[in-house]
């Protein structure tokens, strides 16, 4: 890459969808590999949505979109907005992407340059690292513990803000520890950001629907004060496993969302208008299949969580949403692997789990959080029982 740009060679590919081709490659060589690297869904997009995406094809929706999104989908998401931050957003504050991915781009190409530090509680998606890097930015990562249960603890935001903090990133549910905000969390962290008017938020909700314990809460619906400063999105991808349609969305202050709007209008212009309008269909249809689908979730949830109590060596919390297990291997470093590895780091964890196990995961430390394993609960209830079996026989063998 020494022919490129500065901003590219510092920028490293998502350990996830490295993880996700080592487990391909395996795979495609005749082992029977059990990939709980990638966070997606393993249930269909719904008949209905897809119908709609059909109807439009048909219908000749097939030109160049607005590039903030087409008439329909920014009002099916103003209303949407509308609900969850309990007050009126209007279409034109709504912002259409590629993905809840684009959204993040957009806020932090506008926002960030060098010299400016980003506030990320730890563990994060990796996927703000890679964005954060790209725009100049500097990571400053805000460690929450297991005992908080990955929760952030406001005194430690505090004590991370100086001048140069420009961002805080939110994400609950969070990928990858599961951590869920209640009111009272965000309300503190609230409190802290009306002392220091100059860092601005990204909350990243795109795990909004996927919540076992406790309910949906967001800051700027917390905070209508501070929504000046509030970039909010989420996406249909999770909730309504529609991963592949790349359809994200998001509001947020006037000037800001404008800003996202121009660094789109750079790279990629508006969204496929099919996808478009298979969101519509997703958000104003049916709502029960959100319901069923969190309580299959939950049920794989329950069978990771009973399958990893019987892991000597690993220690882990309950997850409250989303759908990842993020268990402690601290027990298993300074041991040998049952072929005989040595295993010093959680990447040595997840490489001879997938060589000698035949399980892919993530290490923690691609989520600025070593010493953890992710997995995704986000697969079928035969291959969860089988990872585990795979794991905990791993771990029992390990000397
Ligand atoms: N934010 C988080 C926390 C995620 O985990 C993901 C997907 N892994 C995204 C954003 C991106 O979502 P999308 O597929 O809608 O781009």
């Known amino acids: 890459m020494s022919g490129f740009t500065a901003r590219i060679r510092r920028t490293r590919p998502a350990a996830t969808f490295a993880m996700a081709a080592r487990?391909?490659?395996?795979?495609?060589?005749?082992h029977d590999v059990i990939s709980l690297s990638i966070g997606e869904p393993d249930l269909p997009t719904p008949d209905h949505v897809i119908?709609?995406?059909h109807a439009a094809a048909c219908a000749g929706e097939t030109r160049y979109p607005p590039i903030a999104g087409t008439e329909a989908c920014r009002a099916a998401v103003a209303r949407k907005f509308t609900h969850d931050l309990n007050r009126p957003v209007a279409p034109n504050q709504v912002l259409i992407t590629n993905g809840g991915k684009q959204a993040i781009f957009n806020a932090v190409m506008a926002l960030i340059e060098p010299g400016n530090t980003v506030l990320i509680p730890a563990p994060c998606w990796a996927g703000y690292i890679q964005v954060v890097e790209f725009a100049g930015g500097t990571p400053v990562f805000l460690p929450c513990s297991a005992s908080s249960g990955f929760r952030l603890d406001p005194a430690r935001l505090e004590a991370a803000i100086t001048p140069a903090s420009r961002l805080l990133l939110l994400n609950y549910p969070n990928n990858p520890s599961?951590?869920?905000?209640?009111?009272?969390?965000?309300?503190?962290?609230a409190g802290v950001l009306r002392r220091h008017p100059h860092v601005h938020v990204i909350a990243d909700d795109i795990y909004e629907h996927l919540i076992f314990e406790g309910a949906y809460h967001t800051i700027a619906g917390i905070a209508p004060d501070l929504a000046d400063r509030i970039v909010t999105?989420?996406?249909v991808s999770k909730s309504y496993a529609m991963t592949g349609w790349r359809l994200g969305f998001c509001t947020g202050p006037a000037d800001w969302l404008a800003a996202m709007g121009l660094v789109q209008g750079t790279a990629t212009a508006g969204v496929s208008t099919i996808s478009q309008a298979a969101a519509v269909a997703a958000l104003d249809g049916p709502q029960d299949l959100l319901i069923e689908r969190r309580a299959i979730y939950r049920h794989r949830r329950d069978l990771v969580l009973a399958g990893l109590a019987a892991a000597p060596h690993l220690t882990f919390t309950r997850p409250d949403g989303a759908f990842y297990a993020f268990p402690s291997i601290a027990g298993l470093l300074g041991r040998t692997s049952p072929a005989g590895r040595?295993?010093?780091?959680?990447?040595?964890?997840?490489?001879?789990?997938?060589?000698?196990?035949?399980v892919a995961t993530v290490p923690g430390s691609a989520f600025a959080m070593p010493g953890h394993i992710r997995l995704s609960t986000a697969a079928?209830?035969?291959?969860l029982t089988r990872a585990c079996a795979r794991i905990a026989q791993f771990c029992g063998a390990v000397k």
């Open 233 to 235: 999105l989420s996406g």
């Open 178 to 189: 599961g951590a869920v905000a209640d009111p009272a969390m965000l309300e503190a962290i």
């Open 23 to 30: 487990a391909r490659a395996l795979r495609a060589a005749g």
């Open 380 to 383: 079928s209830d035969d291959a």
């Open 51 to 53: 119908a709609a995406a």
């Open 342 to 358: 040595r295993l010093a780091t959680d990447d040595d964890v997840a490489d001879a789990l997938l060589d000698e196990a035949l």
